[in-house]
């Protein structure tokens, strides 16, 4: 089985690489890109790469609270771009980390020979072969982006590699944690790096790692112990170390009890665990309920289930049912249909972003529409209205369905409908972003109230506070504009492909998340 592994590992990893490989420097410019920053999908005039480097000149060599005083005072440090999960009252915060504070911590964390720490860290968190931790960070070494690359490490190293086990194993039981990102105790994270013996010895140390990353932490969310920000490569991975301390407990806790044979595959916060004896799963699942009470988080209980069936508990159920269903019509309308009544059975699922990507590229090469435009267009409100995950593509399809209206009047009547659909449900700030970017060339008098919409319309508006900083330097950094000017004087009707689709390639080979 030994040879199987590693023929598995070289065959997965020439187009991406661990961040765990790389030296501080190489980590230092991997966390620093816009990309790492912002995992957000935006439109392309939304750039941050300029206002990160600004900050990471400013801030080279040069501690930040010589150069501020108390951000947790402040209650609007960070900028939360708001996500509505279900069309009603569900929602999620994205939170875009004050410049200032993201740098600072990326300066700390990659400075030796606290990098080094870190990588001895997880080698002893990997120490265990039968527990694998899949989801740390990757860069790309092609022409995908990092996130395509990690979307691909996923689908390689957990569905494949499920599929695979079915032949090692009868039983498969899957969980995860309930909102694991603002769950995540604080003080953990200095726990994870040195023990909970040194980091409550040393807790009032500043220069502990542990306590850096958790003062940071706890700047960006006004004093706050619970919770990390969501959006960016660098609490991901600040996540994976709490993550893989909890996975070192458990492997402490499975040799406690003797159990030899499984393997659990685990990618973010959820767990696949490969087992013959099903009273083995039901033990190990405890262990793990045990295991995260400790740290201040929960399995949950809607999410856990067990099968016998390991090749098709492998994959998605959503994905599955999509591979099995007829999947486009000669009609335009119907194709939309089909896709939308995949949408009512999995609502939100990665599946309907494979399915419109599809919709959005026999459409994108049509120079004429045979059939009324307008009730496809309310078809893909509804399903960007229901399925946040979608926001991209849908406004691609809808710049492309409204360019088919008859005048430019209906298409101004048109965007503004879209608008007033949107604002009947609360936390749409992402949304709104999106149906920006598709009325903006016809209708660029239409306001919208989220603060990035705002900068994009010409309005002087700050994301991030400087009433902390005390710097000059730092503060022209913080307020380096985020909107590329240029790209919004040429900014096409019809949103291209290339701007919302996540892999450059043809074939994606299936991956999505």
């Known amino acids: 089985m030994k040879s199987t592994e590693a023929t598995y590992s070289t065959r997965i990893s020439a187009s991406r690489q661990s961040i765990l490989e790389l030296s501080a420097e190489e980590a230092r410019a991997f966390f620093l890109k816009a990309e790492s920053y912002c995992?957000?999908?935006?439109?392309?005039?939304?750039?941050?790469?300029?206002?990160?480097?600004?900050?990471?000149?400013?801030?080279?060599?040069?501690?930040?609270?010589?150069?501020?005083?108390?951000?947790?005072?402040?209650?609007?440090?960070?900028?939360?771009?708001?996500?509505?999960?279900?069309?009603?009252?569900?929602?999620?915060?994205?939170?875009?980390?004050?410049?200032?504070?993201?740098?600072?911590?990326?300066?700390?964390?990659?400075?030796?020979?606290y990098w080094e720490l870190v990588k001895e860290r997880f080698a002893t968190f990997s120490a265990n072969s039968k527990?694998?931790?899949?989801?740390?960070?990757?860069?790309?070494?092609?022409?995908?982006?990092?996130?395509?690359?990690?979307?691909?490490?996923?689908?390689?190293?957990?569905?494949q590699r499920s599929i695979e086990l079915s032949l090692e194993?009868?039983?498969?039981?899957?969980?995860?944690?309930?909102d694991c990102y603002g769950a995540i105790y604080t003080h953990s994270i200095a726990w994870a790096l040195h023990t909970k013996q040194e980091a409550k010895a040393k807790r009032t140390n500043k220069n502990l790692l542990g306590n850096i990353i958790d003062a940071h932490i706890q700047d960006m969310r006004h004093g706050q112990t619970n919770g990390i920000p969501q959006g960016s490569t660098?609490?991901?991975?600040?996540?994976?170390?709490?993550?893989?301390?909890?996975?070192?407990?458990?492997?402490?806790?499975?040799?406690?009890?003797?159990?030899?044979?499984?393997?659990?595959?685990?990618?973010?916060?959820?767990?696949?665990?490969?087992?013959?004896?099903?009273?083995?799963?039901?033990?190990?699942?405890?262990?793990?309920?045990?295991v995260t009470i400790g740290l201040g988080l929960k399995l949950n209980p809607g999410k856990t289930r067990a099968s016998n069936d390991?090749?098709?508990?492998?994959?998605?159920?959503?994905?599955?049912?999509?591979?099995?269903?007829?999947?486009?019509?000669?009609?335009?309308?119907?194709?939309?249909?089909?896709?939308?009544?995949?949408?009512?059975?999995?609502?939100?699922?990665?599946?309907?972003?494979?399915?419109?990507?599809?919709?959005?590229?026999?459409i994108s090469r049509l120079k004429r529409l045979l059939e009324q435009p307008m009730p496809m267009i309310a078809i893909v409100v509804d399903f960007a209205y229901r399925n946040p995950r979608t926001y991209a593509i849908c406004a691609a399809i809808l710049s492309k369905l409204m360019s088919f209206l008859d005048s430019e009047d209906e298409k101004k009547d048109v965007a503004e409908k879209i608008k007033t659909r949107f604002a009947k449900i609360p936390n749409t700030g992402h949304m709104q972003i999106w149906i920006q970017r598709a009325t903006?060339?016809?209708?660029?008098?239409?306001?919208?109230?989220?603060?990035?919409?705002?900068?994009?319309?010409?309005?002087?508006?700050?994301?991030?506070?400087?009433?902390?900083?005390?710097?000059?330097?730092?503060?022209?950094?913080?307020?380096?504009?985020?909107?590329?000017?240029?790209?919004l004087e040429t900014l096409e009707p019809v949103i291209p492909i290339d701007e919302v689709e996540l892999f450059l390639s043809k074939e994606t080979g299936g991956y999505y998340q």
């Open 440 to 487: 903006l060339p016809i209708a660029k008098e239409i306001s919208y109230q989220e603060p990035i919409c705002r900068l994009v319309s010409g309005e002087d508006v700050s994301l991030w506070s400087t009433r902390w900083i005390t710097s000059a330097d730092l503060k022209r950094a913080i307020t380096t504009p985020v909107i590329d000017q240029p790209a």
């Open 131 to 159: 527990i694998h931790c899949l989801s740390l960070p990757v860069v790309s070494l092609s022409e995908e982006k990092d996130k395509a690359e990690q979307v691909s490490q996923w689908w390689h190293s957990v569905e």
């Open 310 to 362: 390991v090749v098709r508990a492998s994959i998605k159920s959503d994905k599955l049912a999509w591979i099995f269903r007829k999947h486009r019509e000669k009609s335009l309308q119907k194709h939309l249909l089909i896709i939308h009544d995949h949408a009512t059975r999995f609502p939100n699922a990665g599946s309907l972003v494979v399915a419109l990507n599809e919709f959005h590229k026999r």
């Open 39 to 113: 995992g957000l999908d935006l439109p392309h005039y939304i750039r941050f790469d300029a206002l990160i480097e600004n900050t990471h000149k400013a801030l080279e060599g040069k501690a930040l609270s010589g150069l501020s005083c108390k951000p947790r005072d402040h209650d609007d440090v960070n900028y939360t771009v708001l996500n509505n999960k279900d069309g009603k009252y569900a929602w999620r915060p994205f939170q875009l980390i004050h410049p200032a504070l993201y740098v600072s911590l990326v300066h700390q964390l990659t400075t030796n020979p």
């Open 234 to 290: 660098l609490m991901d991975f600040v996540a994976e170390l709490v993550l893989g301390f909890a996975d070192l407990e458990l492997s402490e806790k499975i040799q406690s009890l003797e159990i030899k044979d499984y393997c659990i595959l685990r990618y973010r916060d959820d767990y696949r665990v490969f087992i013959n004896n099903p009273q083995d799963g039901e033990r190990i699942i405890k262990l793990l309920t045990e």
């Open 169 to 178: 194993y009868e039983y498969l039981v899957e969980t995860d944690i309930t």
